[in-house]
């Protein structure tokens, strides 16, 4: 297995850990540890395709599990901010929709032997996102970063919205492809 897989596993297996330090009362500085692990999870994102892409270790397992992960981290955080009640459900399942959408497409683009880029929408958008997420996991619960955090979920929500239409309207004539199969 090469490192860019390993990292990806090992943004898997922070996801759980994440979790506990975020949801587990009692923990000292268990949200700031939360923070911290979601950040690291984060930074194994771009690093391990930069070093997939630049040392040419491109695999299948790697094409499936880092959008998987990727996912996997974002929308664990969106849903105990939902809990939390500092994202509202409406927005969390527009973002959470917006991945499946996506989702999906790629596997359209597959079985048409296209391989579909993240485009700079998309990347955009998962910075915002990471940025949110860890805000509002930290939560300091001062009024200026109280303001930025509301910005930063609506903000990730106009992005998320943005970079699916871009990513649609760029890739449509996809869907009106007959398969190959």
Same mark, same amino acid.
């Given at each position: 297995?090469?490192? #860019? ?6 943004? *898997? ?10 949801? *587990?009362?009692?923990? #000292?500085?268990?949200?700031? !540890?939360?923070?911290? !692990?979601?950040?690291? =999870?984060? *930074?194994?994102? =771009?690093? @391990? ?8 270790? !491109?695999?299948?397992?790697?094409k ?5 992960? @990727? ?11 939902? =809990?939390?009640?500092? +994202? #509202? &459900? ?10 499946? /959408?996506?989702? %999906?497409?790629?596997l359209?683009? &597959?079985d048409? %032997?296209? $391989? ?16 949110? &997420? $860890? ?11 109280? /303001?930025?955090? +509301?910005i930063? +979920?609506?903000?990730?929500? =106009?992005?998320?919205?943005? &970079?699916?239409? @871009?990513?649609? !309207? ?12």
């Amino acid at each position: 297995m090469n490192l #860019p897989n390993k990292l990806t596993i090992i943004r *898997v297996l922070m996801i759980p850990l994440y979790l506990v330090f975020l949801l *587990v009362d009692g923990i #000292p500085y268990g949200k700031y !540890i939360a923070g911290v !692990i979601f950040t690291l =999870a984060a *930074v194994t994102d =771009a690093l @391990d395709g930069y070093i997939a892409r630049k040392n040419n270790l !491109i695999t299948n397992f790697g094409k499936f599990m880092d959008p998987l992960a @990727d996912k996997l981290l974002v929308c664990s955080a969106l849903i105990c901010f939902v =809990a939390s009640r500092q +994202v #509202p &459900s409406w927005v969390a399942i527009v973002i959470i929709a917006r991945e499946f /959408i996506v989702s %999906g497409f790629r596997l359209v683009a &597959s079985d048409n %032997g296209v $391989v579909l880029a993240a485009g700079w929408w998309g990347k955009i958008k998962t910075n915002v996102q990471i940025v949110m &997420s $860890v805000m509002l996991t930290v939560n300091l619960d001062i009024k200026f970063i109280n /303001i930025l955090e +509301v910005i930063s +979920v609506y903000l990730a929500l =106009a992005l998320t919205v943005i &970079s699916m239409m @871009d990513y649609l !309207i760029k890739n449509y004539r996809l869907l009106l492809t007959k398969s190959n199969h």
